[in-house]
């Protein structure tokens, strides 16, 4: 059984980087066709992928959020980051990381709130 678990700041200023780490447990973040996602859920909107790292390193990026976004791993640690810069409180939400293979979203992290407010 995959866990996530996200930690990170719950408050982040406008214009600071955002950052967030995954934990996972139960399963290698390098097994093959497995995908490691980050999605978000501002406040009364619908879910938004973010983007996603794949068990090769590789990564890929919402269009919107491209110049914005990073994600990374530790393969050590069987950890995978999200940095979001110049955050605006537009950035606001619940951010969950995700495991996605063949089969779709299959595993969620709990969900961590991020604010962004001075």
């Known amino acids: 059984q995959v866990q996530l678990q996200e930690s990170g700041p719950g408050l982040v200023k406008p214009s600071q980087t955002l950052s967030l780490t995954c934990t996972v447990s139960?399963?290698?973040?390098?097994?093959?066709?497995?995908?490691w996602s980050w999605i978000r859920q501002p406040p009364g909107k619908g879910l938004e992928w973010i983007g996603l790292?794949?068990?090769?390193?590789?990564?890929y990026y919402r269009s919107s959020l491209t110049s914005r976004t990073s994600i990374s791993r530790d393969t050590s640690k069987n950890q995978f980051t999200l940095q979001l810069s110049s955050v605006t409180p537009e950035d606001t939400a619940v951010y969950y990381c995700?495991?996605?293979?063949?089969?779709?979203?299959?595993?969620w992290g709990q969900g961590t709130q991020v604010t962004v407010s001075s």
């Open positions: 995700v495991k996605n293979s063949l089969g779709g979203f299959d595993y």
């Open positions: 139960g399963g290698s973040i390098t097994t093959n066709h497995y995908y």
């Open positions: 790292i794949g068990y090769s390193g590789s990564t």
